[in-house]
């Protein structure tokens, strides 16, 4: 039953990508690659601005009218990461 899950939730992901739009940051993935994954709090603290960057992501690429431009909603999440005091130095690496 797990793989079955697995499977449907990526084909949602692929679906939404191929409307135009913008895949959202997986927070969850993301999140363990910029913090320790032996300490818990960091991925924990990691997870709030994430969501929310990526919302103000999503809004961003939306106002733009360009559902195709994903460099716009990038731009943005990158914007608003850099202005978290404790992860603004990393970057998404994609």
Same mark, same amino acid.
Do not use: M
């Given at each position: 039953?797990?793989?079955?899950?697995?499977?449907?939730?990526?084909?949602?992901?692929?679906?939404?990508?191929?409307?135009?739009?913008?895949?959202?940051?997986? %927070?969850?993935?993301? /999140?363990?690659?910029? @913090?320790?994954?032996? $300490?818990? +709090?960091?991925?924990?603290? %990691?997870?709030?601005? /994430?969501?929310?960057? @990526?919302?103000?992501? $999503?809004? +961003?690429?939306?106002?733009?009218?360009?559902?195709?431009?994903?460099?716009?909603?990038?731009?943005?999440?990158?914007?608003?990461?850099?202005?978290?005091?404790?992860?603004?130095?990393?970057?998404?690496?994609?």
């Amino acid at each position: 039953a797990e793989h079955g899950d697995g499977a449907d939730h990526h084909g949602t992901e692929q679906s939404a990508h191929k409307s135009g739009n913008y895949a959202q940051v997986n %927070c969850g993935t993301y /999140c363990r690659t910029v @913090s320790d994954d032996r $300490i818990d +709090e960091k991925y924990e603290e %990691c997870l709030g601005p /994430c969501f929310k960057c @990526s919302q103000v992501a $999503i809004r +961003e690429q939306a106002s733009a009218h360009k559902s195709g431009d994903e460099q716009i909603a990038r731009q943005s999440f990158e914007q608003c990461w850099a202005n978290i005091p404790t992860f603004g130095a990393f970057k998404i690496s994609k």
